[in-house]
C-alpha cells in the first residue's frame, strides 16, 4: 500500500440549536459559550491545531455567526487594545485569527450529525479529514487526535475514538462492536447508534473524535434516518465497514463534555483550577463552598 495522505484538514460540525442551554442560546451559538475565559469552540480549534491540522471547516446554521466574529480580525478592539497599552490582550487575539485556515459552510436545514458532515464535501474533496464534535474537547495533555492521526497514517482507513461508559450510558452514544488488536486499538466489527443497553454489543462508547477516509460522502449519500428521524454518521460508518476496515483507538480521561449543563460546569471547574493564576483564590473559594453545604 502506498503512505496514506496527511491528515490535514478537520471538520468541525456546530449547526446545533443548543436547546439543552436555552435560554443562554436563544441568540448565540451554544460552541461560544465560555469555558473559563475561552469560547468552547476555541479549545477545539486549538486541538487540531496542535495535532498537525491546519484547514479547518466549521459547519454552522442560523444565529452563529459569532463563531466567524471570533476567529476574525476585529480592528477596532486591536485599536484600542493597543493605544491602552494592554500587548498581552492584543497578541492574544490577533494569534487566535492565525491559528489556521478556518473556513465556514452552513448547514441549511438541521438534518442531523451525518447531513452536517456531509456538507463539507466539497471542500474536503479527495482527502481524508478529522471530524471533531462541537460539544467536546480534549486535555492539551491529551495525545488522543494525535494517536488517531498515527493510526491513519499506519492502516490508511478511518479511525474513530471509543471511550469505555456504564453500561446504561451507552444509549446516549454510538456503540463499537470491537475486535482487540493491541491495547488502544481495536478493529470495528460492528455499531450501532444510541443502543438500549440490553441490545448494546459493548460499553464502548464513540466520542467525538473520527478520521475519515474520503469515501465516507459516499455512505453519506446513501444512508437513510436513522434514530430520531436524522441522517446519522454512525450509520453511514456502519455502511463504510462493508467496503473497508474501520479502526478505533480507546483511550481513559483527558476528555471535557460542554454539550450538558452539568457536564459543563465541572469542565470549567477543573480547568479553572489548572490555571495558576485562578487556583488559589479559585480553590479556597470551592474548599469553603464544599465545607460550608456539607459535600464530602
Ligand atoms: C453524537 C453521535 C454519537 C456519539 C456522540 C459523542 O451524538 O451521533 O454516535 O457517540 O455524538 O458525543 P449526539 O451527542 O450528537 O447525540
Known amino acids: 500500500m502506498s503512505t496514506p495522505p496527511i491528515v ?8 446545533g ?3 439543552r442551554f436555552l435560554p443562554a442560546t436563544k441568540a448565540q451559538a451554544k460552541e461560544m459559550l465560555p469555558v473559563v475565559d475561552k469560547p468552547a469552540i476555541q479549545y477545539i480549534v486549538e486541538e487540531a491545531v496542535a495535532a498537525g491540522i491546519d484547514d479547518i471547516l466549521i459547519i454552522t446554521g442560523r444565529s452563529k455567526r459569532s463563531i466567524e466574529d471570533h476567529f476574525d480580525r476585529q480592528f477596532e478592539l486591536e485599536y484600542h487594545l493597543d493605544a491602552a497599552g494592554k500587548q498581552s490582550e492584543l497578541t492574544e487575539v490577533v494569534a487566535l485569527t492565525e491559528l ?9 436545514s438541521p438534518l442531523g450529525l451525518g447531513h452536517a458532515v456531509s456538507v463539507a464535501r466539497k471542500h474536503v474533496g479527495d482527502n481524508p479529514f478529522a471530524v471533531l464534535l462541537g460539544d467536546e474537547f480534549m486535555a492539551t495533555s491529551s ?7 498515527q493510526t491513519y497514517a499506519q492502516y490508511g482507513r478511518s479511525v474513530m475514538a471509543l471511550q469505555e461508559v456504564e453500561p446504561e450510558e451507552i444509549r446516549r452514544y454510538g456503540c463499537a462492536k470491537p475486535e482487540r488488536i493491541s491495547d488502544h486499538l ?3 466489527l460492528d455499531l450501532v447508534e444510541k443502543p438500549e443497553p440490553a441490545e448494546a454489543p459493548s460499553n464502548l462508547a464513540v466520542m467525538g ?3 475519515f477516509t474520503p469515501e465516507l460522502f459516499e ?27 474501520v479502526y478505533g483507538v480507546t483511550f481513559e480521561g483527558g476528555r471535557y463534555d460542554t454539550g450538558t449543563v452539568p457536564a459543563y460546569l465541572q469542565a470549567i471547574v477543573e480547568l479553572a483550577l489548572e490555571r495558576a493564576d485562578l487556583r488559589p483564590e479559585f480553590g479556597a473559594f470551592l474548599a469553603d463552598v464544599v465545607q460550608r453545604e456539607g459535600l464530602v
Not at 489556521?100 to 441549511?108: L, S, T, W, Y
Not at 495525545?143 to 492521526?149: G, N
Not at 453519506?220 to 462493508?242: C, F, H, K, R, S
Open 8 to 15: 490535514r484538514k478537520a471538520v468541525i460540525p456546530a449547526a
Open 17 to 19: 440549536l443548543g436547546t
Open 100 to 108: 489556521a485556515d478556518i473556513h465556514f459552510v452552513r448547514q441549511g
Open 143 to 149: 495525545t488522543l487526535l494525535p494517536d488517531m492521526i
Open 186 to 188: 481495536v478493529q470495528i
Open 209 to 211: 473524535r473520527y478520521i
Open 219 to 245: 455512505k453519506l449519500e446513501q444512508v437513510q434516518p436513522g434514530v430520531g428521524g436524522e441522517i446519522q454518521l454512525t450509520d453511514a460508518i456502519a455502511m463504510l465497514l462493508a467496503d473497508q476496515a
